[in-house]
């Protein structure tokens, strides 16, 4: 199971992101996928999850009416919406899959948000 994430950037204070990430599962059933971040310094952080079936979300407080996840079920596809993006938002972004039938959880490479005030 590979994860590939896409969509980081540079952007100001305010602005827009939107993140993806494509899960290569073949026939494997994933039943979460999931945004963690880790800024300079710190440790890695839950941002949010959503479970495939049937389609139910989680946010961290800090991205709560800010950030929107979504999925797409026929590409195995999270996407992260993310607006009024604010300068701590700054980290890199990873993306997060339960895989059902193997009962194990993978990760993807990371992707640069970076957040100017």
């Known amino acids: 199971v590979q994860l590939q994430a896409s969509g980081g950037g540079l952007v100001q204070a305010g602005g827009s992101l939107r993140l993806s990430c494509a899960a290569s599962?073949?026939?494997?059933?994933?039943?979460?996928m999931a945004w963690f971040r880790q800024a300079p310094g710190k440790e890695r952080e839950f941002v949010s999850a959503i479970s495939w079936h049937p389609s139910l979300t989680n946010y961290a407080d800090s991205v709560k009416g800010r950030f929107t996840i979504s999925r797409d079920y026929a590409k195995n596809t999270v996407y992260l919406q993310m607006d009024v993006l604010k300068p701590e938002d700054t980290a890199v972004y990873y993306c997060m899959a339960y895989v059902h039938d193997l009962m194990d959880t993978y990760w993807g490479q990371g992707t640069q948000v970076t957040v100017s005030s």
């Open positions: 599962a073949r026939t494997y059933r994933i039943s979460t």
